[in-house]
């Protein structure tokens, strides 16, 4: 008999963010196929994808709709330098994108993984500021327990300790503020208290260093990889209003949250007191991955205003942002991309996300309601609790042990540490909800019983 494909993988593949050693106990999952909102493995079983394979699935796996798209663009162009060269798949996207934000992020930047977005972002401001006479303006500022990747720069404005510690030394440091995160309430204080207080930290930052700080970098509505930490709108108002003032860029990471993950298309879209249009608060630079491409390819991008483009734009070289990577504006994943527009567009799938997202919320009451359960909450397609466990030793594990329970079950679910969050795709019919509440509640109480 041949060997397994989970051990042929633990004895040649790396497998990202693993101990490894844990694999000799449990192996990693061999899926041979997906379907809808299910992935299969090789004796047919079929588990539902809980948390959109690593936040990225927006569709389901094998969407026949972005297969269509990507098989013909692959009998077409599969790829091309984006250097000198151009195609529709990326013109169309970048026109598309800009107008979901109604010009105001009219230019965009194309790379392959949402780190690459970061450092970009943070590259394009301090070059912004350098090109306009200010090069001192190139430290940055990001919240407590921010993410936003791993490599070096976007580690440096990533405060998880666990990701950053073995790095320490490599990484620049940069100034961390406040978290919003509405779990810091104290008695009487309201989430948007907790805000307001975590915005005067920021003021008070930049009224002592903004001359040397070139952007704050967040993560809109919700610290996604912090164990969805959940903030009110009105924090990125009052954010976009103080980087106004001291003169620092905005740089919105909507990796996880952008593509419709927290209600509207871009999270940022929830700033303001549901006013106009006139009203939208923009930042400076947006990052997109994950959910951009549907989980089919790997693209990033950054989009970003008018005025930072301008201050590139020049008759000398050095004034250019002379960045790349080999597979900027891959027009397979540019392709996937358009696909999931048009799927968006089709299927008024925001609307639709608020039937099922009111719908699966009520399935998860009892779960809301357990008494080792805090914080339940829910933004968009997130929903997220965290758990109380008073044994040091069974918390620890609880992770790993929710984990295999709901797989047993059928179920592909994380938790990050003690917090439970569900991030499914945005298909589930009524029949798969019931089957994820019934079975986030039956891994829970097992869980907690062992
Ligand atoms: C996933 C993620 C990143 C990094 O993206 P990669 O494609 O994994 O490099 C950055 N920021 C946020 C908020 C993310 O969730």
Same mark, same amino acid.
């Given at each position: 008999m041949s060997a397994s494909l989970s051990s042929r993988s633990t004895a040649s593949v790396w497998h990202p963010c693993t101990q490894m050693k844990r694999h000799e106990t449990q192996p990693p999952l061999a899926l041979v196929r997906g379907s809808g909102a299910w992935l299969y493995d090789e004796a047919g079983k079929g588990y539902l994808d809980g948390l959109s394979s690593w936040w990225v699935n927006l569709f389901g796996h094998a969407n026949p709709r972005i297969n269509a798209a990507v098989k013909a663009q692959l009998d077409t162009l599969e790829h091309v330098m984006l250097a000198g060269c151009t195609h529709a798949p990326v013109v169309e996207l970048s026109?598309?994108?800009?107008?979901?934000?109604? !010009?105001?992020?009219?230019?965009?930047?194309?790379?392959?993984?949402?780190?690459?977005?970061?450092?970009?972002?943070?590259?394009?401001?301090?070059?912004?500021?350098?090109?306009?006479?200010? =090069?001192?303006?190139?430290?940055?500022? #990001?919240?407590?327990?921010?993410? !936003?990747?791993?490599?070096?720069?976007?580690?440096?404005v990533t405060d998880v300790p666990l990701f950053r510690q073995a790095y320490d030394g490599l990484l620049r440091p940069a100034h961390i503020v406040a978290s919003p995160d509405a779990r810091a309430a104290r008695p009487g204080e309201s989430a948007r208290d907790v805000a307001a207080r975590a915005a005067e930290t920021l003021r008070q930052l930049f009224e002592a260093k903004a001359?040397?700080?070139?952007?704050?970098?967040?993560?809109?509505?919700?610290?996604?990889?912090?164990?969805?930490?959940?903030?009110?709108?009105?924090?990125?108002?009052?954010?976009?209003?103080?980087?106004?003032?001291? $003169?620092?860029?905005?740089?919105?990471?909507?990796?996880?949250?952008?593509?419709?993950?927290?209600?509207?298309?871009?999270? #940022?879209?929830?700033?303001?007191?549901?006013?106009?249009?006139?009203?939208?608060?923009? =930042?400076?630079?947006? #990052?997109?991955?994950?959910?951009?491409?549907?989980?089919?390819?790997?693209?990033?991008?950054?989009?970003?205003?008018?005025?930072?483009?301008?201050?590139?734009?020049?008759?000398?070289?050095?004034?250019?942002?002379? $960045?790349? !990577?080999?597979?900027?504006?891959? =027009?397979?994943?540019?392709?996937?991309?358009?696909?999931?527009?048009?799927?968006?567009?089709?299927?008024?799938?925001?609307?639709?996300?608020?039937?099922?997202?009111?719908?699966?919320?009520?399935?998860?009451?009892p779960v809301a309601a357990h008494p080792q359960v805090r914080h339940f909450r829910q933004q968009g397609m997130i929903w997220a609790f965290d758990v109380t466990v008073e044994d040091p030793a069974h918390a620890a594990t609880f992770s790993r042990r929710f984990h295999a329970l709901a797989l047993e079950s059928g179920l592909m679910l994380?938790?990050?540490?003690?917090?439970?969050?569900?991030?499914?795709?945005?298909?589930?019919?009524? !029949?798969?909800?019931?089957?994820?509440?019934?079975?986030?509640?039956?891994?829970?109480?097992?869980?907690?019983r062992t």
């Open positions: 026109e598309r994108l800009a107008a979901l934000t109604g !010009h105001a992020l009219g230019h965009c930047f194309y790379a392959s993984d949402g780190s690459s977005a970061v450092e970009i972002a943070l590259k394009m401001s301090a070059h912004y500021w350098r090109n306009s006479g200010q =090069p001192l303006k190139r430290d940055f500022a #990001c919240l407590a327990q921010s993410y !936003h990747g791993e490599t070096l720069g976007a580690l440096g001359d040397t700080i070139a952007a704050l970098i967040v993560e809109p509505l919700v610290q996604c990889a912090a164990g969805m930490a959940m903030h009110d709108a009105q924090y990125l108002q009052d954010i976009r209003r103080l980087c106004d003032q001291y $003169h620092v860029h905005l740089i919105a990471d909507e990796i996880a949250v952008g593509c419709g993950r927290t209600g509207t298309f871009f999270a #940022c879209e929830q700033a303001g007191n549901g006013g106009g249009e006139g009203e939208r608060m923009w =930042p400076d630079f947006l #990052c997109l991955s994950k959910g951009i491409s549907g989980g089919y390819l790997p693209l990033s991008l950054v989009m970003t205003t008018p005025n930072v483009y301008q201050a590139f734009y020049d008759d000398g070289i050095n004034r250019a942002f002379l $960045h790349s !990577h080999s597979y900027t504006g891959n =027009p397979l994943a540019c392709r996937a991309a358009l696909a999931c527009l048009d799927i968006f567009e089709e299927d008024d799938v925001l609307n639709a996300n608020r039937v099922r997202a009111t719908r699966l919320s009520i399935l998860l009451g994380r938790p990050i540490g003690k917090t439970v969050y569900l991030m499914p795709p945005y298909i589930l019919n009524d !029949h798969e909800q019931t089957l994820l509440a019934e079975g986030v509640q039956s891994a829970l109480a097992e869980a907690l």
